[in-house]
């Protein structure tokens, strides 16, 4: 069995996505994969209810409770790694995760660590991505799945979607719409990253 966890600071629609994709598409029967658990820097992140409610597994680690940055992430890092099976270690999920990691926690999910940021990188990495892009007059707005490396919102890109910017967009109208083209390609990205873990 090939787990998968999600971590998730917030409303967690992508994660609802993966999980309602790895579901239809039948992760499980097709390929060993299944969404193992899902976890939350924030107690309040409302997918952990979704997800609970789904049966999955839920955990918080408040980073505000640990001294370092290194500190939390090798907290989170035993959490994660207690879902390595004998065939394979996790794949890890960052839907909105608004953490910024250590080299250390990247270098050890090195290859099967991804990320969604909600514009077309390598255009504006980093927050406030929609107000940037509309701040800037651009045409064309949207999200990038990337394999996660040291630098912030940088790394290899597996997937990319492009909405139109109209030119009524608030970043909030902007952000539903690129949100929702997210959750096409990110379970779409994650599920060809499996055929290829498994064909290694
Ligand atoms: C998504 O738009 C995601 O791309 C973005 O946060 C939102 C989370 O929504 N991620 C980042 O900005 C990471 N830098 P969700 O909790 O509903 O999936």
């Known amino acids: 069995m ?8 917030g409303g967690g629609s992508n994660m609802a996505a993966i999980v309602q994709a790895a579901q239809q598409d039948r992760w499980a029967e097709r390929y060993g994969a299944r969404v ?7 107690a309040d992140a409302t997918g952990l209810q979704w997800a609970a409610g789904q049966g999955i ?14 500190d939390f992430d090798a907290a989170l890092m035993q959490v994660i790694d207690d879902y390595a099976t004998p ?4 794949l890890v999920v960052l839907a909105g995760f608004m953490r910024i990691l250590t080299p250390g926690f990247v270098a050890h999910y090195a290859g099967r660590l991804l990320n969604i940021h909600p514009s077309l990188l390598p255009a504006f990495a980093g927050l406030n991505t929609h107000a940037r892009a509309i701040a800037a007059g651009c ?19 597996l997937a990319q ?10 970043p909030e109208s902007l952000a539903q719409r690129v949100l929702s083209q997210e959750h096409r390609i990110y379970p779409e ?3 060809r990253l499996i ?4 064909q290694k």
């Open 2 to 9: 090939k787990n998968i966890i999600i971590l998730i600071s």
């Open 36 to 42: 193992a658990a899902v976890i939350s820097n924030k």
């Open 57 to 70: 597994a839920t955990a918080v680690l408040d980073h505000k409770a640990y001294a370092s940055r290194e």
């Open 87 to 90: 065939e394979s270690p996790p």
């Open 139 to 157: 045409k064309f707005a949207g999200a990038t799945v990337h394999l996660v490396t040291a630098e912030l919102d940088h790394g290899p890109i």
């Open 161 to 170: 979607a492009v909405v139109p910017v109209l030119p009524a967009d608030t």
């Open 189 to 191: 990205a994650i599920e």
């Open 195 to 198: 055929v290829d873990l498994l």
